[in-house]
């Protein structure tokens, strides 16, 4: 552990305990590390409800740890003394949420995040349902007052399971010390199976302080939980003669490819049959960008190319999305001409917004291969990729860059994009930034673009690059965030720092919540309302004052040279870049329109 607990001692079952860290209770358990001899291959011998926990995660190979500390999480912290996990300590639990889902997005793994009880639990709040939204693997271990306190409005009580149900794929009250490490393995295995997800266990005091000779075994989830492999033969044939008959078939991937694992069936059925490949925000890096058939993401702020396909297709073949109306527009209009098959591992996904004629339920990667498997005859599709070509060729992706006027953003993230290798992640804010890091970026592989996606949560990015930066060290990091996202995290740059992280944030600083006022501008008669800032920080000196590297650049003949200087140099860097704070995101359907009616500048809106 790289950040060492307290070592103060923890309080017994059943005892009222003073759960506040300056006043701990008398020590009654073993507070002992782990026995090695007592860990045999199928079982670990622990003796508190903490070290179960300890053990439980470690049984889960869950090693490393993002978090804060409080009075109802100590036992659990303390149990974590004399482990070999890497522990985060972050400046905010919001953050040690965010981390753990990048590190989750990164690794596939759970990414594990501990809070204290009360607000420590609450900060947690809008991480948790970020990673439920986007059904990313997260592992939350939450304090809990001891349990003859619960209900009694004790100090930093919160019913914690109560106010996560919500944006929790499963949670937990850990009641026994008995069978606490079998709930952490529970939750770990939950997270991690089938459709993935945030999992909450909620710890109270007395339980990790109990002494237990339980044995922590393998992570399992309960037999209730049976997430299915295969899509039925039958349906897998009816899709493959929908796919083999269609003239202009489109494949949309969603995140669900990367999660399951997916992106080479996918490229195989798309090479294979010539098929045009888009994605959706979450699936950038599911299919190749720079290759012939990629139309890149599609939706408000994806290419028109891709959009007007989508739009023409008379066949759609969905996977791992749950077209959300950020891709689908309105629903109406979506798509009008197209059949739909819709592979998704959770049954639930199959028409709850577009209408599915051939629901594929199952394993992503399971099933485009029984798909592919079924597929005979490929469909005639040389007109319809000449097609998509063109529109290629109609919508390009580009942006005016005249010399007089402060620095485009797209340039600042083609520059970075130039300057790096293609293994690099990209980590985001929300706002405008974050839609031209998807757009003027080229993702090539999965698991490459972490962001925010169903929540829109401003303050993601800082936290997901340490996330990230935790999960593949050797890689890589850059986030681009907006000067409104940024200063919603920012104090998580003395994380980077203690870290020793390399990674550079890119601050596209247009002095305002830009997303705003460019709905403002195009939306409400251009009045400015709360979205221009008079006044911001010196990022660079921030940046500094925390102990990273400061940049700042506004020219375009100095950005070249700053962006290497920044990726070379040892240890965070924060480059506040000058952008034009004028400039606006396109393409753009406007919300709930057709997803072909994109405007590609102002005056199209
Ligand atoms: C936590 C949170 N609060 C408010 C919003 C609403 N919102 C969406 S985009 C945006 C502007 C973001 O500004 P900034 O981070 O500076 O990025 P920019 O759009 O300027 O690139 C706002 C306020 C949000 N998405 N998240």
């Excluded at 190979?61 to 912290?77: E, K, S």
């Excluded at 939750?187 to 997800?197: D, H, K, L, N, S």
Aim: charged share 20%; aromatic share 6%.
């Amino acid at each position: 552990m790289t950040d060492p607990g307290p070592v103060a001692p923890q309080s017994t079952a059943g005892e009222s305990p003073d759960h506040e860290p300056d006043a701990p209770a008398e020590d009654s358990t073993d507070a002992g590390a782990t026995d090695a001899d007592a860990t045999t291959p199928d079982a670990t011998t622990t003796h508190s409800g903490a070290e179960a926990v300890v053990a439980a995660l470690e049984r889960a190979g869950l090693d490393t740890l993002f978090g804060v500390q409080g009075g109802a999480i100590m036992p659990v912290y303390d149990a974590l003394h004399d482990a070999d996990a890497r522990h985060v300590t972050m400046a905010h639990e919001q953050a040690a949420a965010h981390a753990a889902d990048a590190y989750g997005q990164v690794t596939g793994e759970p990414g594990v995040c501990l809070a204290t009880s009360g607000p420590g639990a609450t900060n947690l709040v809008t991480g948790l349902a970020d990673a439920d939204m986007d059904s990313d693997p997260v592992l939350a271990l939450t304090g809990q007052v001891p349990t003859d306190l619960v209900g009694r409005d004790a100090f930093q009580e919160t019913d914690t399971t109560g106010v996560t149900t919500p944006v929790t794929k499963a949670n937990y009250f850990a009641g026994d010390p008995d069978t606490v490490g079998e709930t952490v393995g529970e939750a770990a295995a939950m997270a991690a199976e089938g459709r993935q997800g945030p999992t909450l266990v909620d710890l109270p005091k007395d339980v990790t302080g109990a002494e237990t000779d339980a044995t922590v075994g393998e992570p399992a989830t309960p037999s209730t939980h049976d997430p299915p492999e295969r899509a039925s033969d039958e349906r897998v044939a009816g899709a493959a003669a929908a796919f083999e008959r269609a003239e202009r078939p489109l494949i949309l991937a969603g995140g669900g490819v990367i999660a399951a694992e997916a992106t080479d069936q996918l490229a195989e059925l798309a090479t294979d049959h010539g098929v045009p490949v888009t994605t959706t925000m979450p699936g950038i890096g599911a299919f190749p960008e720079d290759h012939d058939l990629c139309l890149s993401w599609a939706g408000m702020h994806g290419t028109g190319y891709a959009n007007a396909a989508i739009n023409h297709c008379d066949l759609l073949v969905g996977v791992g999305t749950r077209f959300d109306d950020r891709l689908t527009g309105g629903v109406d209009t979506f798509a009008p001409d197209a059949e739909v098959i819709h592979v998704d591992i959770d049954p639930a996904e199959i028409s709850k917004n577009v209408h599915a004629d051939y629901p594929l339920v199952g394993d992503a990667g399971t099933v485009l291969g029984q798909l592919a498997d079924a597929v005979e005859q490929s469909p005639e599709t040389a007109a319809w990729r000449e097609q998509c070509a063109d529109w290629k060729a109609s919508y390009p992706m580009d942006y005016a860059a005249p010399p007089d006027r402060p620095i485009k953003p797209q340039f600042v993230v083609e520059v970075a994009d130039a300057a790096t290798p293609d293994d690099t992640i990209v980590t985001t804010g929300v706002g405008q930034h974050q839609m031209w890091a998807g757009q003027y970026w080229t993702y090539t592989e999965p698991r490459t673009f972490v962001s925010s996606h169903g929540l829109g949560t401003m303050g993601y990015g800082l936290p997901a690059a340490i996330g990230a930066k935790a999960a593949a060290p050797e890689r890589d990091v850059v986030c681009f965030d907006g000067d409104g996202s940024f200063l919603m995290t920012c104090q998580e740059l003395s994380v980077a720092v203690r870290e020793q992280m390399d990674l550079v944030v890119f601050v596209l600083n247009n002095e305002g919540v830009g997303m705003v006022r460019q709905w403002q501008d195009g939306f409400y008669d251009g009045r400015h309302v709360a979205s221009e800032y008079p006044w911001v920080p010196d990022f660079a000196a921030l940046a500094e004052a925390f102990g990273a590297t400061g940049e700042r650049a506004t020219t375009y003949e100095e950005l070249p040279e700053t962006v290497e200087t920044a990726l070379e140099t040892d240890g965070p860097v924060v480059v506040d870049v000058h952008i034009d704070p004028d400039e606006n995101v396109f393409p753009m359907v406007p919300s709930g329109g057709a997803n072909d009616q994109f405007a590609l500048t102002g005056g199209h809106l």
